[in-house]
């Protein structure tokens, strides 16, 4: 018998999970897509490339947003052993930009395909995924994903999250092509069994609070959402909401802050959300998702330190309330199975408990499992968890101090008009600049006001037109791609 692969755990579950399911729902409504019906359509696909041309190990690219069609497509590439990959459905250079040799690409503009019987399951030779970093930091990196790398997140997550497929369900409303999206909404599903609902990334950008009854009606246990996306769904009124299913709401892809998950608990608070259901993580596509995972049961864990300690290289100092100058670091959580994480300096040698460095990972998810490779992230560890700042490239250094540019941009964000998860803070000569999107005419005053009542040091605030701020394929601000008016 050889190694595991994806396409035998794919089998697995539309041969033998009677009960596995997809929920669709956009602007024109909702529809489940039973067993059955998937794995119709996703052997079709299968047999339709072998009938195009395709052989084993060849890339076939999936530009579909969202529809029972991606996910038939992603499962048939790997029943018939091809190499699946989620790209944006309007990239005009995907050959470019994908940086490997697709054989097929298939989209809305590709005619339906008939179903067909379960055939012979073949495991694509080497690769089994294509997955591309999201451009955070201005350059699209194409990651090739080994079965067993795969199979080793998917596994240690599962068991991060204490999955449970007779009784948890999964909402989503992630862009395929992006790392947590592909986790939560296609592997967890495909591999494990655990019945997903999928809700149009347009329709959620649209109408914020059509996700919101999605999560209550759904009968959801489990999401996954960036920071930015919770913070706009707090502007969702939470009368008639129903929040009370959920176990987990898994907040990650960007640094997580306190006052994001305070306001998010107490705003649903009266929809039966518990505290305990936030939970926080770290990932990254490299090591094809998550590196962290908070541990579940209770409330994510917090650090109040003295804002004149933090600095890379010096240990932090813990300050209780009266301490008026100070951050508070929210948990990334403990690594998942399989995976390491240690800080290093400048120096490259490995920091103690509480100091801020660089952080480096490795394990069962990274290409060479036993090599250390650096992520561009800073942190720090204390008691084994994990305490992720930011990147490294981006700290703001004003006048002596070390500022977080997501606590500048939160702060901008929570002035009426600011557009939620539309402000970059960035550096601009010996200071830093703020730009904003807002939905009318914001002074820029009231922005620089809110910021320097924040970090304590006054930044310019200009205003720009609005989607203009440079956004990765998950829709996040790429300060990297900003330039400074």
């Known amino acids: ?9 794919v089998a697995a579950v539309l041969e033998g999970v009677a009960a596995f399911s997809y929920g669709l729902v956009d602007a024109q409504g909702e529809r489940t897509v039973a067993r059955d019906e998937l794995a119709a359509a996703a052997w079709g696909f299968a047999v339709g490339c072998r009938d195009a041309g395709a052989r084993p190990g ?8 969202h529809g029972v069609a991606p996910i038939a497509a992603w499962a048939g590439a790997v ?20 940086g490997t040799a697709v054989r097929l690409t298939v989209g809305p503009a590709t005619a339906a395909w008939a179903g067909a019987a379960p055939g012979e399951v ?26 067993a790398r795969v199979l080793a997140q998917a596994d240690a997550l599962a068991a991060a999250i204490d999955l449970d497929v007779a ?16 986790v939560s909404t296609v592997l967890l599903p495909l591999l494990h069994g655990v019945p997903c609902v999928h809700v149009d990334p347009d329709l959620w950008r649209a109408d914020a609070s059509a996700w919101v009854r999605v999560l209550g009606h759904s009968g959801a246990t489990l999401t996954w959402l960036p920071p930015a996306a919770l913070g706009r769904m707090t502007r969702v009124s939470a009368d008639g909401a129903d929040l009370s299913r959920l176990r987990q709401v898994v907040c990650g892809g960007e640094v997580v802050t306190d006052g994001v998950l305070r306001e998010f608990s107490a705003h649903f608070g009266s929809a039966g959300l518990v505290p305990e259901a936030v939970a926080t993580g770290w990932g990254m596509a490299e090591n094809v998702a998550a590196v962290t995972h908070s541990p579940r049961g209770r ?9 004149a300690s933090f600095a890379p290289g010096r240990a932090i100092e813990i300050v209780g309330d009266e301490e008026d100058d100070a951050l508070v670091l929210v948990t990334a959580g403990t690594a998942i199975d399989g995976t390491e994480v240690v800080v290093r300096g400048i120096d490259g040698r490995e920091c103690g408990d509480g100091v801020l460095g660089e952080l480096f990972i ?46 500048a941009e939160q702060a901008a964000a929570r002035v009426a008009g600011v557009r939620a998860g539309r402000v970059a803070a960035i550096r601009d000569g010996g200071g830093f600049v703020v730009l904003y999107e807002s939905e009318h005419a914001v002074d820029a005053t009231r922005v620089a006001d809110a910021v320097e009542r924040s970090v304590h040091r006054r930044p310019r605030a200009v205003a720009v037109a609005t989607e203009s ?9 790429c300060r990297s791609r900003c330039a400074t008016p």
């Open 58 to 65: 060849d890339v076939v690219a999936i530009a579909w947003r």
């Open 122 to 147: 073949t495991a694509a030779p080497g690769i089994a995924i294509v997955q591309r970093t999201s451009g955070t930091t201005g350059v699209h990196r194409t990651i090739l994903l080994s079965h």
């Open 299 to 307: 409330a994510p864990s917090r650090l109040r330190v003295r804002a």
């Open 362 to 407: 490795r394990g069962t998810c990274q290409p060479d499992p036993g090599t250390w490779s650096a992520t561009g992230d800073v942190g720090l560890t204390r008691g084994g968890e994990v305490f992720v700042c930011g990147r490294l490239a981006e700290l703001l250094h004003v006048d002596g101090r070390w500022i977080l540019p997501h606590e």
């Open 1 to 9: 018998m050889g190694a595991p692969s994806l396409a035998s755990r």
């Open 469 to 477: 701020l440079p956004r990765n394929t998950a829709g996040k601000s």
């Open 167 to 182: 009784s948890d369900r999964i909402a989503s409303c992630l862009p395929l092509h992006h790392d947590m999206g592909l």
């Open 79 to 98: 029943l018939g052993g091809f190499v699946p990959s989620f790209v944006p459905s309007d990239d005009p250079d995907l050959q470019q930009r994908l």
